[in-house]
């Protein structure tokens, strides 16, 4: 739980931890806790970039799926998120490691560098030690 939601946090404006992974996860785990802590910093030129247009228009950074891509079916969509205008962030929120992913219309390119066609529902495996996200393309 506490690697799933270090994923989920790795990819929002802000990574905190409720309790310290280092003083309760196994080597294995806290590694890919520090990967997500890495991934985090990686994107915080694009999140600092979102949050001072978010100052001035009131967007938010962070936005349900629905907001970013309105009459695609996503108003019920609990599981995935956009960052910003460019990644839509899929985490894993239960016990399984595969998951269904809803891509809006458009070209989305996976963390793994795989380009997919939006517009329909794709199946990814996501182990452990994946946090995926896609980037549009166009």
């Given at each position: 739980?506490?690697?799933?939601?270090?994923?989920?946090?790795?990819?929002?404006?802000?990574?905190?931890?409720?309790?310290?992974?280092?003083?309760?996860?196994?080597?294995?785990?806290?590694?890919?806790?520090?990967?997500?802590?890495?991934?985090?910093?990686?994107?915080?030129?694009?999140?600092?970039?979102?949050?001072?247009?978010?100052?001035?228009?009131g967007e938010p950074i962070v936005r349900h799926m629905e907001y970013?891509?309105?009459?695609?079916?996503?108003?019920?969509?609990?599981?995935?998120?956009?960052?910003?205008?460019?990644?839509?962030?899929?985490?894993?929120?239960?016990?399984?490691?595969?998951?269904?992913?809803?891509?809006?219309?458009?070209?989305?390119?996976?963390?793994?560098?795989?380009?997919?066609?939006?517009?329909?529902?794709?199946?990814?495996?996501?182990?452990?030690?994946?946090?995926?996200?896609?980037?549009k393309i166009k």
């Amino acid at each position: 739980m506490i690697v799933r939601s270090a994923q989920i946090h790795a990819l929002m404006p802000m990574m905190q931890f409720s309790v310290a992974p280092w003083k309760i996860l196994s080597k294995e785990n806290l590694e890919i806790v520090k990967d997500m802590a890495e991934l985090h910093e990686k994107f915080g030129p694009y999140i600092m970039e979102y949050a001072r247009e978010a100052a001035i228009s009131g967007e938010p950074i962070v936005r349900h799926m629905e907001y970013s891509f309105p009459g695609e079916g996503f108003a019920e969509c609990k599981d995935q998120f956009m960052l910003g205008d460019e990644y839509m962030v899929t985490p894993m929120v239960t016990p399984e490691n595969k998951r269904s992913v809803k891509l809006p219309k458009g070209t989305w390119q996976d963390d793994f560098g795989i380009i997919h066609k939006g517009g329909r529902i794709i199946e990814i495996e996501v182990p452990l030690n994946r946090l995926p996200y896609f980037e549009k393309i166009k």
